[in-house]
T-cell receptor, first 115, second 112 residues
């Protein structure tokens, strides 16, 4: 059974710092990996999607890498801002176009950026 | 392009009642997933619908059920509500092209 672990569980840093969030998964036979952001009480906003054949994806100040063989992904946030404060979730999909139970989620990293 | 739409946004129900939550996927997406996120817990998979059929369900009792309509919208029904059913219920849709999952804003259910 696929398990996803995110480290750290919580992180508080001053504004402007660069930071790295970690995600690991137990079954390397994934189809893709997605990073989401969740604000308190809200739905999930997709940040980056990495297909299994890709090594990284970038969007603005965000960069996500994927090392499928070692079962690891990292989300790099450059020049953090207070608006980045949220819970960041990593999720993997084992199948194309859905399948089984869809996404398997980590428990998230709760990020606070201090002004 | 409209995103995944969920309704209602908030609900308050009494223990023992029944509730129906609704989800409209992104146009062209045929798969709809339902997840439960109880306070302080992670996302738990509830149900998967594809092409109008229930394809898989998570470790939840039978009083959690649903269906998918010909236009691929979906309903989640919860019977005999219990206090521990209080949670944020999230719907997601995806397509067969593997372009990732898109989530709705969720329905916050409070059972009193």
């Amino acid at each position: 059974k696929q398990e996803v672990t995110q480290i750290p569980a919580a992180l508080s840093v001053p504004e402007g710092e660069n930071l790295v969030l970690n995600c690991s998964f137990t079954d390397s036979a994934i189809y893709n990996l997605q990073w989401f952001r969740q604000d308190p009480g809200k739905g999930l906003t997709s940040l980056l999607l990495i297909q299994s054949s890709q090594r990284e994806q970038t969007s603005g100040r965000l960069n996500a890498s994927l090392d499928k063989s070692s079962g690891r992904s990292t989300l790099y946030i450059a020049a953090s801002q207070p608006g980045d404060s949220a819970t960041y979730l990593c999720a993997v999909s084992l199948f194309t176009g859905g399948g089984a139970d869809g996404l398997t989620f980590g428990k998230g990293t709760h990020l606070i950026i201090q002004p | 392009e409209a995103g995944v739409t969920q309704s209602p946004t908030h609900l308050i129900k009494t223990r023992g009642q029944q509730v129906t939550l609704r989800c409209s996927p992104i146009s062209g997406h045929t798969s709809v997933y339902w997840y439960q996120q109880a306070l302080g817990l992670g996302l738990q998979f509830l149900l998967w619908y594809d092409e109008g059929e229930e394809r898989n369900r998570g470790n939840f009792p039978p009083r959690f059920s649903g269906r998918q309509f010909p236009n691929y919208s979906s309903e989640l029904n919860v019977n005999a509500l219990e206090l521990e059913d209080s949670a944020l219920y999230l719907c997601a849709s995806t397509s067969s092209t593997g372009a990732g999952y898109t989530f709705g804003s969720g329905t916050r259910l409070t059972v009193v």
